[in-house]
T-cell receptor, first 114, second 114 residues
Framework: DQQVKQNSPSLSVQEGRISILNCDYT??????FLWYKKYPAEGPTFLIS?????DKNEDGRFTVFLNKSAKHLSLHIVPSQPGDSAVYFCAASGSGGSNYKLTFGKGTLLTVNP | DAGVIQSPRHEVTEMGQEVTLRCKPISGHNSLFWYRQTMMRGLELLIY????????DSGMPEDRFSAKMPNASFSTLKIQPSEPRDSAVYFC????????????FGPGTRLTVT
């Protein structure tokens, strides 16, 4: 059973517009959430994270929003650039002794068109 | 730093053969992770080492899989005997402090078992 779900396998956006990638989770023990970005033939690279004590975290063009009651998080990229075209993975971890364990969604392929 | 190094980048082997995947983590990182990515299951944690000691191998699919970390700068993932369903991309990742610091991923090894 998937505990982290990214229901959109792909998303296409025009350059300069906002990209919104969504992620849902089912495990209420998750308290730390991350987004990773992956280019073809490379490993995932860390993009941004958020703790469950916050509802928003911003880093430049990237903002992650967390809605704990809905068990939903989203990544906003504004403005989108062609170089942002990649697969984006949402990941979650719990607290305590298992905080090392990341559970990943299956990813969303973002294409930013010039 | 060169980042996490994995070898080989591609491996094609026949069913029943032994396969060994190699990983060199980032110098100074105390935690090492092996992941497997498939279309069906996405990115899954196979095993986690802390200070060269296996802490969690609950993700290792079966006894045909084994992993070792003889020292802080080297780890192997072995599959013996290999089967076609083992075909996947295998990633190694390392972090300074598991659960507190981001994980840095290697480029992966694409394994094809025919």
């Amino acid at each position: 059973d998937q505990q982290v779900k990214q229901n959109s396998p792909s998303l296409s956006v025009q350059e300069g517009r906002i990209s919104i990638l969504n992620c849902d989770y089912t495990n209420s023990m998750f308290d730390y959430f991350l987004w990773y970005k992956k280019y073809p033939a490379e490993g995932p690279t860390f993009l941004i994270s958020i703790s469950s004590i916050k509802d928003k975290n911003e880093d430049g063009r990237f903002t992650v929003f967390l809605n704990k009651s809905a068990k939903h998080l989203s990544l906003h990229i504004v403005p989108s650039q062609p170089g942002d075209s990649a697969v984006y993975f949402c990941a979650a971890s719990g607290s305590g002794g298992s905080n090392y364990k990341l559970t990943f969604g299956k990813g969303t392929l973002l294409t930013v068109n010039p | 730093d060169a980042g996490v190094i994995q070898s080989p980048r591609h491996e094609v082997t026949e069913m029943g053969q032994e396969v060994t995947l190699r990983c060199k983590p980032i110098s100074g990182h105390n935690s090492l992770f092996w992941y497997r990515q498939t279309m069906m299951r996405g990115l899954e944690l196979l095993i986690y080492f802390n200070n060269n000691v296996p802490i969690d191998d609950s993700g290792m699919p079966e006894d045909r899989f084994s992993a070792k970390m003889p020292n802080a700068s080297f780890s192997t993932l072995k599959i013996q005997p290999s089967e076609p369903r083992d075909s996947a991309v295998y990633f190694c990742a390392s972090s300074f402090r598991a659960g507190f610091d981001e994980q840095y991923f290697g480029p992966g090894t694409r394994l094809t078992v025919t």
